[in-house]
């Protein structure tokens, strides 16, 4: 893609980028008394015309999901289309396919705890290969099992690994192993993608790849460490390819006697703000306290994309990025409104960038 056409696509979204919500403002969204209040303020942003949309189907709760969802699509469709060439479209296709990473987490997670349909839906973004329609439909199946059979039958790759792991989850019972397998697949195959020698645009993805390669890592010791799992071969543990941390001290990780341990064994890395955690939450092994920490590290790090050169794949990365992060915010706040959580609450688990 030549200089003229990244100048054009990368000045619209920057435009978009100039619509996001700063600090102030979603601040200022915690303090609404209500829902109806939260949607006045937010038709005065650039959600106005999904939630008038929306309006027409639904109220409250439902109208902000349902618009927020909608707009997220808008976007990340509106920014495919500024960018012609397939390497370009390759780079955020990987970026964008994450999401439907999750929506499979989400509904395999649904149906581990039976929760209501309805429930599974409401978080569910579409913004990925598998559109809204297909995620309603997987949402809907009768357990994990029949999900899994859908997705095969539907040729979809992610059914590859879930079905590989399928008989080891019926025999333990942990969630953890299909969310891992996930992990790994896409993972792997987004690195095996980049072809040929690595130039500007390739490494930029790379990087964030490899980070996440990291943190999945670390989610894996993490839980194989707190549930005291003996593991007699790391490699099937791990992913191999991060960024900041080798198969080697990964493993000596994976025999740590504690949360605490492992924490120690990351203050020499880019990771060691773990141990800036509350110390009960290291003691007690917390491990969700640790894992939304590193889920803003990496949001903070796609982010940063902005601040690297103007005329390359890092602005629409950024922009993806920031554009989930402000969604995930309104969403929190909107729920939060709804549960009745204050505003103090409100805003320590949002993540600003």
């Known amino acids: ?21 700063d600090h102030h403002a979603l601040n200022e969204l915690t303090n609404k008394p209500d829902i109806d209040a939260l949607i006045a303020s937010l038709e005065e942003t650039a959600y106005k015309n999904e939630l008038q949309k929306a309006g027409v189907e639904h109220s409250g709760i439902l109208q902000v999901e349902t618009a927020l969802r909608r707009d997220l699509v808008v976007s990340f469709r509106q920014i495919l289309r500024f960018f012609r060439e397939e390497e370009e479209r390759i780079y955020l296709r990987i970026i964008l396919n994450r999401w439907d990473i999750q929506n499979i987490k989400t509904i395999l997670r649904g149906k581990k705890i039976n929760a209501h349909n309805d429930e599974i839906e409401e978080n569910l973004v579409p ?13 809907q199946q009768p ?25 080891e989850y019926l025999e333990k019972r942990d969630l953890a192993i299909l969310e891992f397998a996930l992990d790994r697949f896409y993972l792997e195959n987004a690195r095996s993608s980049f072809t040929g020698d690595e130039n500007y645009n390739q490494g930029i993805v790379l990087e964030l790849l490899k980070t996440e390669i990291d943190v999945a890592n670390i989610r894996m010791v993490l839980r194989v460490v707190r549930d005291r799992i003996h593991v007699e071969e790391p490699i099937e543990y791990l992913i191999d390819g991060g960024k900041y941390l080798s198969l080697d001290q990964l493993a000596r990780m994976l025999a740590a006697r504690s949360i605490e341990e492992v924490v120690k064994e990351l203050i020499q890395t880019p990771y060691a703000f773990l141990a800036e955690v509350g110390r009960e939450d290291i003691i007690q092994e917390r491990i969700s306290v640790l894992e939304r920490e590193l889920e803003l590290f990496l949001i903070k790090k796609g982010s940063g994309c902005f601040l690297k050169d103007p005329m390359s794949i890092a602005i629409p990365v950024g922009y993806i990025w920031a554009k989930q ?28 960038v």
Do not use: C, H
């Open 325 to 352: 992060n402000e969604v995930t915010n309104i969403r929190i706040i909107a729920r939060s409104i709804i549960g009745d959580v204050p505003e103090t609450e409100m805003q320590r688990v949002m993540t600003y």
């Open 143 to 167: 357990d994990i099992r029949a999900v899994i059979d859908l997705l095969a039958t539907w040729r979809i790759e992610y059914a590859r690994p879930l079905t590989w792991k399928f008989q």
């Open 1 to 21: 893609m030549d200089e003229m056409d990244y100048s054009y696509a990368n000045a619209r979204i920057r435009a978009m980028k100039s619509r996001l919500l």
């Open 127 to 139: 913004a990925g290969e598998l559109d809204y329609a297909a995620l309603i439909e997987l949402a």
